[in-house]
């Protein structure tokens, strides 16, 4: 059918193999789901050669989608090409349509910080999360529901910043993480207070690599302080 008539049956086409991705990935089929989602990224190539002002939407998230499916099955190098060409198509999209777009092109630049990081290519992941940074800086000023992501993205980006030496940025960007954290565990202890842990578990190494010990050590208390909560939260469920 698809031969025949592309034009009528390939977007259903695209739309069922994104689907059976899903699928596949849930059921721990990594290989199968990664082949699905290609297959579907190249009918969407297809489709926004022929009509890019509907299907290039469609073929950004779905290269969002195949680099994210990349880099858990290893295939590093693979992840910057498709996480790249993602950010390519959603910039021109996030100018026109911040409220739609900005954050699928935040989620597309993650992506690529990762695959940096993994890369050991550390200036490149540091400039694309601050990006990401900056983007959910903007988004959160109207809409606090951002703030998680905003918080996440500052967490990972003083996760890169000390091999590149920079420590006073590093120290500053988990400081801010931690205290969004901080806050949103104190409203929603149950979905963020492991979260929480993690950035004060960060911010205590930062600090000691800082030269500050005596600070570290009292985030380390409160560190220990949340993990008991969290074993107590735990335990309670049981």
Not at 16 to 41: M, P, Y
Not at 80 to 87: G, M, N, R, V
Request: net charge negative; with cysteine.
């Amino acid at each position: 059918l698809v031969h025949r008539e592309p034009d009528a049956f390939a977007p259903g086409l695209a739309k069922s193999l994104s689907n059976l991705a899903i699928r596949l990935n849930a059921a721990g089929r990594s290989d199968e789901a990664l082949t699905a989602t290609r297959e579907a990224t190249e009918v969407y190539r297809y489709l926004a050669r022929m009509n890019p002002d509907v299907f290039t939407p469609g073929l950004a998230k779905s290269l969002g989608v195949l680099a994210v499916e990349l880099g858990e099955t290893g295939k590093q190098h693979e992840v910057l090409a498709a996480a790249q060409e993602a950010i390519g198509l959603y910039r021109p999209l996030a100018d026109d349509d911040p409220s739609r777009y900005a954050s699928e092109l935040a989620t597309a630049l993650r992506t690529l910080s990762i695959g940096m990081n993994d890369l050991k290519r550390d200036d490149e992941a540091v400039s694309a999360a601050r990006e990401v940074v900056s983007i959910y800086r903007y988004l959160a000023r109207t809409d606090g529901d951002y703030l998680p992501d905003l918080a996440e993205s500052l967490h990972d980006l003083a996760t890169y910043l000390p091999p590149t030496g920079n420590r006073p940025e590093a120290l500053a960007t988990i400081r801010e993480a931690t205290e969004i954290r901080r806050e949103l565990a104190r409203h929603d202890p149950g979905s963020f207070i492991i979260d929480l842990a993690r950035s004060l578990d960060v911010c205590a190494t930062i600090l000691d690599w800082c030269g500050q010990p005596e600070q570290a050590a009292r985030i380390r208390q409160e560190l220990n302080a949340v993990a008991s909560q969290i074993e107590a939260e735990g335990n309670g469920r049981d």
